[in-house]
């Protein structure tokens, strides 16, 4: 079984991004996110010529840019599909909420608001693309308990 785009070349339209995001990574300072600029040309190739083709060929990280190209798809056909406005963890009894919300205009990425009992609450907004074990964070966050 092979992967969509495996096997296949970068497309002859694609090298000016790669040698822009080339430079981009030999001037960049250290966790530095990629600029929105070269992001939205990379969805126009991936939505083009295919994700995984792409994001191998750029290189760019493959779930940041299917994320990304997803969502002007979306934004495109005009379907905004929200994300969950609550997701219920085993041992729920500590928390009275807990919610991931959809990005927006003012985040671009993920936001997890953890509210405990007690009334303390603790927002989260993520960057596109970033990994986050909520598990961990909540049970740290309600005193440690894992």
């Known amino acids: 079984m092979t992967m969509q785009g495996e096997g296949r070349q970068l497309p002859d339209q694609a090298k000016p991004l790669q040698r822009r995001i080339e430079a981009w990574r030999g001037t960049r300072r250290?966790?530095?996110?990629?600029?929105?600029?070269?992001?939205?040309?990379?969805?126009?190739?991936?939505r083009k010529h295919g994700t995984y083709l792409i994001a191998r060929g750029l290189p760019v990280d493959y779930g940041a840019l299917k994320q990304r190209v997803d969502a002007a798809s979306r934004?495109?056909?005009?379907?905004?599909?929200?994300?969950p406005s609550f997701v219920e963890l085993d041992g729920a009894q500590l928390f009275s909420r807990v919610e991931a919300t959809p990005p927006t205009a003012e985040a671009s990425g993920p936001v997890l608001e953890l509210t405990r009992q007690d009334g303390a609450r603790m927002v989260v907004r993520l960057p596109p693309g970033s990994a986050l074990d909520m598990a961990r964070l909540a049970a740290s966050f309600c005193?440690?308990?894992a």
């Open 30 to 46: 250290s966790g530095e996110p990629m600029p929105e600029g070269l992001w939205k040309a990379a969805v126009v190739l991936a």
């Open 75 to 83: 934004a495109a056909s005009g379907q905004e599909t929200p994300g």
């Open 143 to 145: 005193g440690g308990v």
